[in-house]
Nanobody, 125 residues
Framework: QVQLVESGGGSVQAGGSLSLSCAVT????????MAWFRQSPGKEREGVAS???????TYADSVKGRFAISYDNADNTLYLKMNSLKPEDTAMYYC???????????????????WGQGTQITVSS
């Protein structure tokens, strides 16, 4: 059974950095599109970053140049490195996985069948 377990959330001041991890069990990455989503109160869940089986990445415009998604095959873990954090980055962050022909942050949450439990990121000004 596929399981995704996130860690690494927390609080930071604006301009700071945080890293998120998503441990993957139950399948081998090469078949799956993996992504990070975030959701803040009253807003829809939005795609932040994605990585496809070939290692190609996409990012939401709001985080380009500040966030970096990666996957470590050795320990089967998805990462999100976040730099220059802003208060508007405050949200619950989720990792997601699915077998998709098109892997992109433009894919809606309904396209992904596997989700982590979420981890909170709070950025203070």
């Amino acid at each position: 059974q596929v399981q995704l377990v996130e860690s690494g959330g927390g609080s930071v001041q604006a301009g700071g950095s945080l890293s998120l991890s998503c441990a993957v069990t139950g399948y081998t990455l090469p078949s799956y599109c993996m992504a990070w989503f975030r959701q803040s109160p009253g807003k829809e869940r939005e795609g932040v970053a994605s990585i496809d089986p070939g290692g190609r990445t996409t990012y939401a415009d709001s985080v380009k140049g500040r966030f970096a998604i990666s996957y470590d095959n050795a320990d089967n873990t998805l990462y999100l490195k976040m730099n220059s954090l802003k208060p508007e980055d405050t949200a619950m962050y989720y990792c997601a996985a699915e077998i998709l022909a098109w892997c992109s942050t433009e894919r809606r949450e309904a396209a992904f069948g596997y989700w982590g439990q979420g981890t909170q990121i709070t950025v203070s000004s």
